[in-house]
């Protein structure tokens, strides 16, 4: 529901909502509420856009590793997260958790400048609320920043939360905080399906009995490709867009078997024709539970023309004043009040000044260089 970090990998002062006030009438989404609470609204699809190194790998990044404190309970994830080690760092998150009834749960933690790798300690709060029927967001959230703040290093007051389910897929050169390994009976369909658009040169995959969570990828000429844990173990068949392809198969499935409550997709389509990401991405909100949400960050701005609301779209927008990093975000329906307008336009024109400073590549020019 919302995030708040200070001196985080680069974010200070930073602070989100997903939450939306206005109920609407036609929308391509459903369910936008916890169910059977229609005034707790929140965003069920988020698309991340922005510049790159504007923070969209970053903030899922710290979701994941808040996730798996409390998970895990291991302050050293993060801790090495911290920027400055000289200052304090400190965050929260609210979510909300609908088993067995649906509360508000508020994380925070403290991490003071004397933590290191060595002394891997910080402090932590957790408090809840139970919704009511009639509650929005805003009005549960009122109750919760009433309620006392205790922090404690004792981490058994995570004990409170109950059982986490969350997915995170990145890019290929960021290391998952914890590697996922499944054995999904719908994984090999869906998987195939994908590799069969993305290479027509594939004739099938099967499952490798011998193997657990092993797949072989069959090509025209009868060459093989072995996946184990949801990762080839010989490459060179494969394209770079077939090896993503993979990875997207994993999140998909997960979705339509409602495997888990909180997916972020970060970057999985770069190599990937636009209308492939597209048809991806609808698949993935149709199947998208009650009570479930996904973060999906792109830079196809094919997706800005997609039937979603506008406080779907959120943009990430990094400045640097003063040596001073900042990172905030613009979500879309703020800017954007009137049904006819078009926000495949409105980035066109940079209204959300998010767009790079292509001038910057013009200095390289021949002319302009023979110019000085």
């Known amino acids: 529901m919302a995030v708040r970090l200070n001196n985080f990998l680069a974010f200070n002062d930073f602070y989100v909502d997903f939450s939306y006030p206005k109920k609407l009438v036609k929308t391509y989404l459903k369910n936008e509420c916890i169910k059977g609470y229609p005034r707790f609204r929140y965003k069920k699809l988020i698309i991340l856009l922005g510049a790159n190194a504007s923070g969209k790998t970053s903030l899922g990044q710290m979701m994941n590793r808040i996730l798996n404190f409390i998970v895990y309970r291991s302050p050293s994830v993060l801790i090495e997260a911290v920027k400055d080690t000289t200052h304090e760092a400190e965050l929260m998150l609210d979510f909300v958790m609908t088993e067995p009834s649906p509360k508000l749960y508020r994380i925070g933690v403290r991490i003071s400048a004397t933590a290191s790798a060595i002394v891997p300690k910080c402090d932590v709060y957790v408090n809840n609320i139970v919704i009511r029927r009639e509650d929005t967001y805003e009005t549960a959230k009122k109750r919760l920043d009433a309620s006392a ?53 594939i004739t099938g995959v099967e499952r490798v009995q011998e193997a657990r969570n092993s797949y072989s990828i069959g090509f025209l000429g009868g060459s093989n490709v072995l996946i184990q844990n949801g990762a080839a173990i010989n490459t060179s068949l494969l394209s770079s867009g077939t090896k993503a392809g993979i990875a997207i198969a994993d999140i998909l499935t997960a979705i339509m078997e409602h495997e888990n409550g909180f997916y972020y997709c970060d970057e999985r389509f770069p190599y990937i024709q636009s209308d492939v990401e597209c048809a991806v991405l609808g698949l993935m909100t149709e199947y998208l539970g009650d009570n479930e949400q996904l973060f999906f960050t792109t830079q196809n701005t094919d997706i800005l023309s997609l039937p979603y609301p506008k406080h779907s779209y959120m943009f990430l927008k ?35 000044l998010t767009a790079p400073d292509i001038d910057k590549l013009l200095t390289l020019s021949r002319q302009n260089r023979d110019a000085e």
């Not at 004990?159 to 290391?175: Q, R």
């Not at 590697?179 to 399906?193: C, F, G, I, Q």
């Not at 329906?333 to 078009?342: E, S």
Request: aromatic share 10%.
């Open 318 to 352: 990094k400045t640097v004043l003063d040596s001073e990093i900042r990172i905030e975000t613009l979500s879309a329906d703020k800017y954007l009040k009137r049904n006819t307008d078009v926000l495949r336009c409105a980035v066109e024109n940079d209204l959300f």
């Open 149 to 201: 703040i205790e922090y404690t290093d004792d981490y058994t007051v995570l004990n409170a939360i109950p059982a986490l389910g969350f997915f995170f897929s990145y890019p290929s050169d960021v290391k998952p905080i914890a590697p996922r390994k499944t054995d999904s009976e719908n994984y090999r369909t869906v998987l195939e399906t994908i590799l069969k658009v993305l290479d027509t040169s």
